[in-house]
């Protein structure tokens, strides 16, 4: 089906967390290959998998020193062929993640280019001259802290990285770096892959005449732990060249058929560059970072959904709650709930119940809550860099849990991170087939979004007041009303123009019109008539 990936689910695998096989500690592929049948049993119709390429691993995969290669701590080429055979023979797509804007530093391209101002690659990336009192040429920031500019004494230049030092960012104004973008491209399609993932999507262009980001607009009551947050990022990255680019893309998409998804990092209008990045012609589907903070009020998710549709009503959305750059949301908004278990069962009703394709991130399907880590134990670079806070991104990044025995069923080994008692309690061999546990919930949410308007339904939303949110999937026969009481008190509300309680409704009871939602309550109705609803 040409257009699979619209309204589709999609299970996010960390390779390094998910399964290892060989005891070595980290996750591979043919572990990967192994758990394949229990995505499929799942539900889910598309496999994400983020990094696997050569690398350093200075930020674990997301600096590629080879793009066409697999990195031996994760197998080899033959594995990755059997992997993809195998997910395709279970019917799940494979998209794999491409970190295009930047490289590693051990990159043989960026070796090259460093090493004069007029070698053939010399213009790969992004190199320019200090000011005249040697400082870097602008303002701009590194997400992981300090300049983004770092000297380089063989060019007696500054170049720029948006991450780490050893993450140089390539040149697109250059069009031959496009064009050896593609080719990589090419050659995982050509090897089977349904879509990728990109990462950082709004990064690839800069201002070519490096002028200053203004101070972000908002106004702060204090400076922030990460100062990059404090710029307004005019000038890094965001420019309209981005979206050429992009339809650069597209045009090889469409020759193979596959389908892509768009990460956009940006704190700033991330809703609207979603839309935009998903317009005819260029990417089928972009998430951003939005539903992935703190707020869990039902003002909060009618005002991000309502928005993307009401501004972009030819693109396509991505909705994630969590992945493997956040903490966890069972952890974020567990004082919604009357437990982690509660909150992780109603945001798997609410996820699973929004207009658009939705992302799952490993161990969301347990109800797992994010790690509590020592200083020692940590591996991220931003975590190392930010202690204490913000929290870095090895607490979500922990080994999956597959049963109660030594690190989880996840290896024979010591894992690269640690599985503590509190995690370790939520493994799939004791939630599959337990009624009542996170798991089954979110198979039969699966199962229900497949069979209903859940999946292509266009979406209502009624005004009822906090902190019930509602709204209406689908018009006529087979239109759903979803009711979600995001609060750990109960509440209720009178109904009219619906039939029977359906679906994997939790603490839900009508009695006429008159319907009671317990705490963190779920309700799917039957539409018979105009909806109405009070409360």
């Known amino acids: 089906m040409q257009n699979w990936w619209k309204g589709a689910v999609t299970y996010q695998v960390y390779p390094r967390s998910f399964q290892d096989s060989n005891g070595d500690g980290v996750g591979d592929l043919p572990g990967i290959t192994r758990r394949l049948p229990y995505l499929a049993d ?16 200075k930020d674990m995969g997301y600096d590629v020193s080879d793009y066409c290669d697999v990195d031996p701590v994760f197998g080899t080429l033959a594995d990755f062929d059997l992997m993809i055979a195998r997910a395709h023979d279970l019917g799940l797509k494979v998209i794999i993640d491409q970190v295009l804007s930047h490289s590693s530093d051990q990159h043989p391209a960026f070796a090259e280019s460093r090493s004069s101002r007029s070698n053939p690659k010399a213009d790969w990336y992004v190199w320019a001259d200090p000011r005249p009192d040697g400082s870097p040429p602008s303002n701009w920031l590194s997400v992981f802290g300090g300049s983004a500019w770092t000297w380089d004494a063989r060019r007696k230049q500054y170049f720029l990285h948006n991450f780490l030092t050893s993450q140089p960012d390539l ?31 709004n990064y690839f262009f800069h201002d070519p005449l490096f002028r200053d980001n203004p101070a972000d607009f908002r106004v702060k009551a204090e400076a922030e732990a990460n100062p990059y947050g404090m710029q307004y990022h005019l000038f890094d990255k965001n420019q309209p060249e981005n979206l050429v680019w992009i339809e650069r893309i597209r045009v090889l998409l469409d020759e193979y058929g596959a389908t892509s998804v768009g990460e956009v990092g940006e704190s700033h209008h991330a809703i609207r560059m979603m839309g935009d990045y998903t317009a005819p012609g260029r990417l089928h589907q972009c998430y951003s970072f939005e539903l992935m903070g703190y707020d869990y009020s039902a003002a909060f998710f009618r005002d991000r ?4 549709f009401r501004g972009a009503p030819d693109g396509w959305p991505m909705w994630a709650f969590s992945n493997h750059d956040v903490v966890r949301h069972v952890s974020r908004w567990a004082r919604h709930g009357t437990s982690a278990e509660a909150v992780a069962k109603q945001a798997a009703a609410l996820l699973l119940s929004f207009e658009g394709s939705i992302c799952l991130w490993q161990g969301e399907e347990l109800g797992q809550t994010d790690t509590e880590l020592t200083f020692e134990e940590l591996t991220d670079p931003q975590g190392i860099a930010f202690w ?22 996840f290896t024979s080994g010591t894992p690269w991170l640690p599985v503590k008692p509190e995690q370790a309690a939520r493994h799939v061999e004791g939630q599959l087939g337990s009624q009542g546990s996170v798991l089954e919930q979110y198979r039969a949410m699966l199962a229900f979004r497949k069979g209903t308007a859940l999946r292509d339904g266009k979406t209502r939303f009624l005004p009822v007041d906090e902190p019930i949110l509602a709204f209406q999937r689908g018009e006529g026969a087979g239109a759903i009303l979803c009711l979600f009481n995001l609060s750990p008190l109960a509440g209720s509300v009178t109904l009219s123009g619906v039939g029977a309680v359906t679906g994997p ?3 839900a009871h009508l009695a006429e019109d008159h319907l009671t939602l317990g705490p963190n309550g779920v309700a799917f109705l039957t539409v018979v008539g105009e909806v109405a609803v009070r409360g």
């Open 305 to 308: 959904v309502e928005g993307f």
């Open 171 to 201: 040149n697109y104004h250059n069009r031959h770096v496009q064009d050896w973008a593609l080719g990589n491209l090419r050659f995982w399609l050509d090897r089977g892959v349904d879509g990728f993932r990109f990462d950082t999507v």
């Open 505 to 507: 409704s939790l603490a």
């Open 42 to 57: 799942l539900g889910v119709e598309a496999v994400w998998l983020s990094p696997y390429f050569r690398s350093p691993m």
């Open 388 to 409: 204490p806070e913000p929290v870095g991104r090895d607490n979500t990044r922990t080994p999956m849990v597959w049963d109660a025995s030594a690190s989880g069923g």
